[in-house]
């Protein structure tokens, strides 16, 4: 996501003409320049790098020292950021709260729960839920059993859309553009049997459409299989998708689809606005 500062100095219809205002390059008395800088520290954050100390989040954030130390105190005192015992930084419960208020995710978890824990007890399996965000997909709910075969995946995390159950089901129903701007790759490669082939991708596509459901076969993880369906809003559009991961061999990926392609209809059907009652 690209955020553009707003240009500054323009005035407000009736205000007084105050004289010419002149900025140092690289001033953070703007908003934009201030903000640019809060998002890239707190864009430094990652699953592998959850914790970092000053001079850590100065280098992955790419500002200065002095930069990063005057802004830490603005983005502790609102919560966006906590600081450990050991003085490192990580993020803060605030940015939980209101992440967890993105409609998006919000609505379509709470409706599709129910039924992916009903999905966890029948199958004892990992069970996912996860919407197209651009070229990318975004896992906003999963459920892993115990003894289940383990997973990369995790909610609030991202993944390529070509490598993933949930992924395949999602591009195979994305607008043709965005399909032509995925296979035109890059391709990201998890294992060896990840599909880099465009022309394979599409077959997996089309295959995904005609079927109701997508197929990642040990393209993630080796050991793993996922079957994934698409989610409906209530005007019909796909919106989400939902899938069962298993051991690789332990499950067809035909038994599979009959329950995840009945728990994407429930969701899609609980999507539907009710009428109101008068």
């Not at 609030?156 to 070509?162: E, I, V, W």
């Not at 607008?175 to 990201?188: H, I, K, R, S, T």
């Amino acid at each position: 996501m690209e955020h553009h500062a707003s240009k500054a100095g323009a005035p407000r219809a009736g205000a007084p003409k105050a004289g010419p205002v002149t900025r140092r390059r690289g001033s953070e008395s703007g908003t934009g320049p201030v903000l640019g800088r809060a998002l890239q520290i707190l864009g430094a954050f990652s699953a592998d790098r959850p914790e970092m100390t000053l001079s850590e989040l100065s280098r992955r954030s790419g500002l200065p020292v002095s930069t990063v130390h005057r802004m830490l105190g603005e983005l502790l005192a609102w919560g966006a950021l906590e600081r450990g015992d050991d003085g490192s930084y990580r993020v803060g419960l605030r940015l939980w709260e209101l992440g967890s208020l993105a409609p998006r995710g919000q609505g379509l978890r709470e409706r599709a729960l129910p039924f992916l824990e009903d999905l966890s007890q029948i199958t004892r399996e990992n069970v996912q839920l996860a919407v197209r965000e651009g070229s990318e997909v975004v896992f906003v709910e999963r459920i892993a059993a115990s003894g289940a075969v383990p997973v990369l995946t995790r909610v609030g995390g991202r993944f390529a859309l070509t490598a993933t159950g949930v992924g395949l089901a999602l591009l195979a129903h994305a607008p043709a553009e965005v399909q032509d701007q995925v296979l035109a790759g890059p391709f990201a490669r998890y294992t060896p049997r990840t599909v880099g082939d465009p022309r394979e991708l599409r077959r997996m596509l089309a295959e995904a459409r005609t079927n109701g459901y997508a197929v990642s076969d040990r393209q993630v993880t080796m050991d793993a299989l996922s079957v994934a369906a698409p989610v409906h809003g209530g005007d019909g559009a796909v919106i989400a998708a939902v899938s069962l991961v298993v051991r690789h061999g332990s499950a067809s990926p035909h038994a599979l689809a009959r329950l995840v392609c009945t728990s994407a209809r429930a969701i899609s059907r609980a999507m539907v606005p009710r009428p109101a009652h008068t």
